[in-house]
């Protein structure tokens, strides 16, 4: 079963909440658009667990820096959602500055009978007045708002490009491409800075933070990527500022496949902890690995997404594409991760099969509620019917952000500006 | 596969290092696909200058490529450095090109030696007077590519789009770029004041790939206005 939404902008993030009921997505004009899973219902069988939209909202706007003539762009770069603790949802969200917390909340009831106003909202004049009654609730059709409650402003030189709720529901961090900084969700006018890389002198600068995350169940604990393909563990108990690691995670170079671009692409571009808390996985150019916390000299399990670029590193370099940022996923048990390629294509492996599918996320190969069909990339020799040759791709049509139901089988995944939703088909 | 342009190119050049013997076009050679990557390395961190807000993760990851194909470069000894005898008059070249690179960080810093004048095509050496720098190394010295490199990560806090403009205006000017650029780079560390930022490090034979060669040029710049 799937289905898609076509949205004005290109995606930039989508994040499931904590129950799977909610979808945000943000986009490259600083909305945030958010999906609701319909309800079961014993009459519309066929409707259920569809997907539809709850509720938009400008979350940025483009800022013009005056002090450095630079514009500060509106795109969405990640959401993040706080576990419900009431009746309203909470979410961050963040450009390469600012970050903000979003309350969502719904109003279903309007009071009426006022004394001073009448029904439009006119005021009365007080002298028209003979009787006093008490307002009253009435139903009224479902509005969902969404309010911004704190503005986190003014603490990131460099672009944020994580930010990450800690499991003690009162902290986050944000992380840009040098400093990371812990916030208090109350307090918006001062942060703490817990990782701080930027050398004294920026002519030494060799190596940014890529991305960062909080151990999902010690809060004490938290990781973050570089682009020299390392990751560092930090525990906040050890110090103030942790510059100093409590683990540090590299694999070795393979020196049979060193080039100019093996640093490039040993960059890491996403890592995220699994729901366990006992491994992490991160996404370089070619391949996603899964470490083990307990071991720092090497993943444990290392998957070939695209090897087939390894040849075109240089046109890749070329037309920029081997900056390209994508994330990776673990489904809600674990065992199979998932991320994205090009040609509109996704990528799933099965830790625990090692089987692995290539499927494509497009309007004409798919049907609502058909069944996707599994894709090959030939590299050489013949091509099969139904293959796709490697130098037929299309490296426009990249899928950088993708998202996984937290505990059932379905995806969510953004192919440019389109938002694709796939579920496990239940009978 | 590599920039659009160089293919013939780097077969003819091939060809050429082959003695001319083979009629058949044969593969660039690695010393050439080298150098076409370093290029190209050059040329998209200044187009980072152009962006709205330059990433600095590409920019790192790109003069990281820069310093591996220079440390290489060094080590095998086909870096070319510049020849003594020319560096009376050609510096100064360099010295203003380099400027180029630098320019919109020097604005930043607000230098007190005045703007510098445009460069205009074809217009080799400056009046020694007209060096912000003049010929006693007042300026502290730095290796001149480290410098460029340097002051590209300041300008990318410190951007000022009027000096980028300026940069690409002028396509002889950016020839001087590359090549100020490339035969500047002198092991990138820093070493004494002024001139002999430039001056050699290390002594290497010139190698047959010499960028002397107009035909290099004429190419360098075929990427930049092909970019």
């Excluded at chain 1, 996403?270 to 070619?286: A, E, P, Q």
């Excluded at chain 2, 690179?101 to 230098?111: I, K, M, N, P, V």
Aim: charged share 25%.
């Amino acid at each position: 079963m799937n289905e898609y939404r076509g949205l004005a902008d290109i995606i930039s993030t989508v994040e499931f909440n904590h129950t799977g009921e909610l979808l945000a997505t943000g986009d490259k004009g600083g909305r945030v658009v958010i999906f609701q899973r319909e309800q079961e219902s014993k009459n519309q069988v066929h409707r259920r667990g569809e997907y539809n939209v709850y509720s938009t909202f400008q979350s940025h706007e483009p800022e013009f820096d005056y002090l450095k003539s630079l514009e500060i762009e509106e795109k969405i770069n990640k959401i993040r959602w706080l576990p419900q603790q009431n009746a309203a949802y909470f979410l961050l969200s963040t450009n390469d500055k600012t970050v903000k917390l979003w309350k969502v909340s719904e109003r279903d009831k309007r009071p009426e009978g006022y004394n001073l106003k009448d029904e439009e909202g006119r005021l009365r004049d007080p002298a028209t007045i003979t009787t006093l009654r008490v307002p009253v609730l009435r139903p009224m059709d479902l509005m969902v708002e969404a309010t911004p409650r704190r503005v986190f402003a003014n603490a990131h030189t460099y672009h944020i490009n994580s930010i990450s709720v800690n499991s003690d529901y009162e902290t986050y961090m944000s992380a840009d491409d040098l400093r990371i900084n812990l916030w208090n969700f109350e307090i918006t006018n001062q942060s703490f800075n817990i990782v701080d890389i930027k050398p004294a002198n920026m002519e030494e600068l060799t190596e940014v933070i890529t991305a960062a995350e909080f151990h999902p169940h010690h809060c004490n604990t938290f990781v973050y990527s570089s682009s020299k393909g390392t990751i560092r563990l930090c525990d906040m108990r050890a110090s103030a500022l942790c510059d100093r690691h409590t683990k540090f995670f590299e694999e070795p170079e393979d020196p049979s496949n060193r080039s100019f671009f093996s640093e490039i692409i040993s960059s890491i571009s996403d890592v995220k902890f699994s729901h366990s808390g006992r491994y992490i996985m991160t996404r370089d150019y070619l391949t996603v690995k899964v470490w083990d916390l307990n071991m720092e000299n090497r993943p444990i399990e290392t998957y070939q997404v695209h090897d087939y670029l390894r040849s075109k590193l240089c046109s890749l370099y070329e037309n920029d594409c081997i900056f390209d940022k994508f994330e990776c996923v673990w489904n809600g048990s674990d065992s199979v991760i998932m991320t994205g390629s090009y040609n509109n294509f996704f990528r799933m492996f099965d830790r625990n099969t090692k089987r692995d599918v290539t499927l494509e996320a497009s309007r004409e190969n798919s049907k609502p509620r058909a069944i996707l069909k599994p894709r090959k990339v030939c590299v050489g020799g013949k091509r099969r019917k139904d293959e796709i040759s490697v130098d037929s791709l299309d490296f426009s049509k990249k899928i950088l952000h993708t998202a996984w139901h937290p505990s059932e089988n379905i995806i969510a995944v953004a192919a440019t500006n389109n938002l694709y939703i796939f579920q496990d088909k239940v009978n | 596969m590599f920039a659009r342009g160089l293919k013939r190119k780097s077969a003819e050049d091939a060809e050429d290092a082959d003695g001319g013997g083979a009629g058949v076009p044969a593969a660039p050679s690695y010393t050439l696909q080298r150098q076409s990557l370093l290029d190209m390395s050059l040329v998209k961190l200044q187009l980072c200058h152009m962006l709205v807000e330059p990433n600095l993760c590409r920019s790192v990851l790109i003069a990281n490529t820069v310093r591996q194909i220079q440390e290489e470069m060094t080590q095998d000894g086909t870096w070319r450095v510049v020849a003594p005898q020319a560096a009376g008059r050609a510096p100064l070249d360099r010295l203003v090109s380099t400027e180029i690179l630098c320019r919109s960080g020097r604005e930043q810093e607000g230098e007190g030696d005045g703007p510098l004048p445009d460069p205009a095509p074809g217009q080799a050496p400056r009046r020694p007077q007209s060096s912000p720098w003049g010929l006693d190394g007042s300026r502290e010295g730095r290796g001149g590519f480290q410098k460029s490199l340097d002051h590209i990560f300041e300008t990318l806090e410190n951007k000022t789009p009027g000096s980028v403009e300026e940069l690409f205006s002028d396509v002889d000017s950016s020839y001087y770029d590359l090549d100020a650029v490339l035969t500047g780079m002198v092991g990138g560390t820093p070493s004494g004041p002024g001139l002999p930022a430039f001056a050699p490090a290390a002594a290497a034979p010139p190698s047959s790939t010499c960028r002397s060669d107009l035909g290099e040029l004429e190419h360098a710049v075929e990427i930049l206005v092909e970019t």
